[in-house]
């Protein structure tokens, strides 16, 4: 992983909520400069997401490929798209995430290595059956520890998550693998809203 880009320890993930057709996310650094950007298309039964360098989509980085269509609890490879590596897998825990949102964070060899996990059971369960306009705030650890913590800012026309990586002082989770967690955390969990 020789991409700069995927050297920082903060990012700001941003969505717009009225688009007509698909979904665009940008994902920018803490001094506010795009370093990459992805656009879903509407209506697909299997998400394929792919990360570019920018709009112009001409260098794609990663993809995010859901392993079965229409699934509640499917995995999520992710893989770079420049060398065709594996990272990992993100697998969303089904019914659990009914409850409070929650992810298995897999390595390249298919191992479980780390859970990312929704603030509180009693939140998740307001924003849920009550009151949406609370933020979610999501806790990622490797190997028992915290690795990283995302934050969604609540506003009506835009998505907004940080990407907060900082906790992750070891290296313990591949940056890329974090970013793609960021992507579909903001893209699959905030269609439950």
């Known amino acids: 992983m020789n991409n700069p880009a995927f050297q920082h320890t903060h990012y700001l993930v941003r969505k717009k909520i009225f688009k007509l057709l698909g979904d665009a996310f940008h994902i920018y650094d803490s001094m506010g400069s795009v370093l990459f950007y992805s656009k ?3 209506f697909k039964l299997k998400e394929d997401i792919r990360l570019y360098t920018g709009e112009d989509m001409r260098t794609e ?6 392993r079965s269509i229409l699934d ?3 995995a999520y490879d992710v893989v770079d798209s420049q060398t065709g590596e594996l990272t990992g897998t993100l697998k969303r825990k089904g019914l659990k995430s009914l409850i409070r949102d929650s ?11 780390g859970t990312i996990e929704e603030d509180s059971t009693a939140l998740a369960l307001i924003r849920r059956f009550l009151l ?6 999501f806790t990622g650890t490797v190997n028992g520890q915290v690795a990283f913590q995302f934050r969604r800012h609540f506003n009506p026309f835009v998505l907004r998550m940080e990407l907060d990586f900082s906790p992750d002082t ?3 989770l591949d940056r890329r693998l974090g970013i793609a967690a960021g992507i579909l955390l903001s893209a699959v969990e905030g269609r439950q809203e």
């Open 72 to 74: 509640f609890s499917t």
């Open 103 to 113: 992810w298995i964070i897999m390595d390249a060899q298919g191992r479980d290595v």
């Open 170 to 172: 070891q290296g313990l």
């Open 61 to 66: 980085v990663l993809s995010i490929r859901a």
């Open 40 to 42: 879903l298309k509407a």
């Open 132 to 137: 949406n306009l609370l933020p979610q705030s």
